[in-house]
């Protein structure tokens, strides 16, 4: 009997924190793919404001534990995460023109290191063109609300971190 290959893809990212514009991407893979592995890149060089293990567990509370969503995290390089994995297939979304140059520059580095590697890219959502987890800490930082730009879980998170409540 034939069985159905299960399609993955590999959705990597900092995710410092997540937001509703990577939520957004999530959502919408699972329409093309059987699970999405929202992989966290655990590189300390970045500084990020939340450790590895408190961003996947965010995600994981953003995403409700939907079991299609696999949320796991890497050091190294995304290459040999994929290897690991046995999924060949990267998501990356991009809001405007100026992510291309970036994301152009990744693709054909993860390309150069490993043949096999496939970047594919989706557009995101128009409501949150402008959301990125940088802007959102700054606003945070700043004493603005970003409730609707975030899930709950990580606004609340983000004012214990940054305002200590
Ligand atoms: O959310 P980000 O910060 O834009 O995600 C970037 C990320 C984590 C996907 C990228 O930096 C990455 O793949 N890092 C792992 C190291 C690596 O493989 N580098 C070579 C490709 S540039």
Partial sequence: MNEKKVSKVIYPGSFDPITNGHLN???RA????D?????VANNP??????????????IS???????RVIVDSFEGLLVDYAKRTGVHTVLRGMRAMS??????????????LDRDIETIFMITGLRWFFVHSQVIKSA???????????PDIVSN?????????
Avoid: C, Q, W
């Fill in 25 to 27: 991407l999530v959502e």
């Fill in 30 to 33: 699972l329409h093309i793919f």
């Fill in 35 to 39: 699970e999405v592995i929202v992989a």
């Fill in 45 to 58: 060089d970045k500084n990020p404001l939340f450790t590895a293990e408190e961003r996947k567990e965010m």
């Fill in 61 to 67: 509370i953003a995403v409700d534990h939907n079991p």
């Fill in 99 to 112: 992510d291309f140059e970036y994301e152009y520059e990744m693709t054909f580095m993860n390309r150069k």
């Fill in 140 to 150: 945070v930082k700043a004493g603005a609300s970003v409730d609707g730009l975030v």
């Fill in 157 to 165: 998170r983000l004012s214990e971190k940054i305002n200590g409540r």
